[in-house]
């Protein structure tokens, strides 16, 4: 009898075991899995996955969906007016109109923006795509400009929208290397924006007011002495 219950123990004893072995997985034979690969590449540090566009889109749809057309401006990209106040306001020149607001495009065929300056107040707005650096020169900081990321990661120090006063000078930049390979923004001006109210920067004179910044205004001023 006792021997038959000494069987019996030894019975369920191994069921179990086989059950407890059988419920955990076990390791696999072959390739190891893509975060293990992934691990070993990055030695033990944590790997950033690559980042993906927000939308599938292409800088092309997007010309073609809002009416964006080249600016033949010092101001290169795309561009389309889609609002003006019917409202005016007084000015040192003349009449203006209240506001107006501009859909605005920078993809990798955009040349350089340069530095230039309005006489209107700006907003400018992030929508989609890759970052823009906004530079503002400025003879009350070290280096006398002031960066400014526009985007969508706002917990990584990006801003949804900035305020650009007027007779600012300042220039916008796609960042390169974005996934998205097209940034669109809006810019809203008060009073409404006049091509005759930008003023593009002068090399030389902009370079005497802002020395310290010489290397980004030749970059990003054209040859006009």
């Known amino acids: 009898m006792v021997a038959k219950r000494f069987v019996l123990f030894l019975l369920l004893a191994s069921s179990l075991f086989?059950?407890?072995?059988?419920?955990?997985?076990?390791?696999?034979?072959?390739?190891?899995?893509?975060?293990?690969?992934?691990?070993?590449d990055c030695k033990g540090k944590k790997c950033s996955k690559p980042k993906k566009c927000s939308v599938e889109y292409t800088s092309e749809q997007?010309?073609?969906?809002?009416?964006l057309i080249p600016q033949?401006?010092?101001i290169r990209g795309y561009s389309f007016e889609n609002y003006r106040s019917t409202e005016e306001v007084i000015t040192d020149k003349s009449n203006r109109t209240a506001g107006s607001h501009i859909y605005y495009l920078i993809d990798?065929?955009?040349?350089?923006?340069v530095y230039h300056q309005l006489l209107s107040d700006?907003?400018?707005?992030?929508?989609?795509?890759?970052p823009v650096k906004i530079l503002e020169l400025n003879n009350n900081v070290s280096g006398h400009i002031v960066e400014t990321v526009l985007g969508d990661d706002i917990l990584a120090g990006q801003n949804v929208m900035h305020v650009l006063e007027r007779n600012t000078w300042f220039t916008a930049?796609?960042?390169?290397?974005?996934?998205?390979?097209?940034?669109?923004?809006?810019?809203?001006?008060?009073?409404?924006?006049?091509?005759?109210?930008l003023q593009v920067g002068n090399r030389t004179e902009l370079i005497s007011l802002f020395p310290e910044a010489e290397q980004s205004i030749i970059r990003l001023t054209e040859n006009n002495e």
Do not use: H
């Open 173 to 197: 930049l796609r960042i390169e290397g974005g996934p998205c390979g097209w940034s669109l923004i809006g810019m809203n001006e008060s009073p409404g924006f006049e091509f005759e109210d």
């Open 18 to 40: 086989l059950e407890d072995t059988l419920s955990k997985p076990g390791k696999k034979k072959g390739k190891p899995s893509k975060d293990k690969q992934n691990n070993d």
């Open 108 to 113: 990798a065929s955009s040349p350089l923006d």
């Open 62 to 67: 997007i010309q073609n969906q809002l009416g």
């Open 122 to 130: 700006e907003v400018r707005y992030f929508y989609m795509g890759d």
């Open 72 to 74: 033949f401006t010092n």
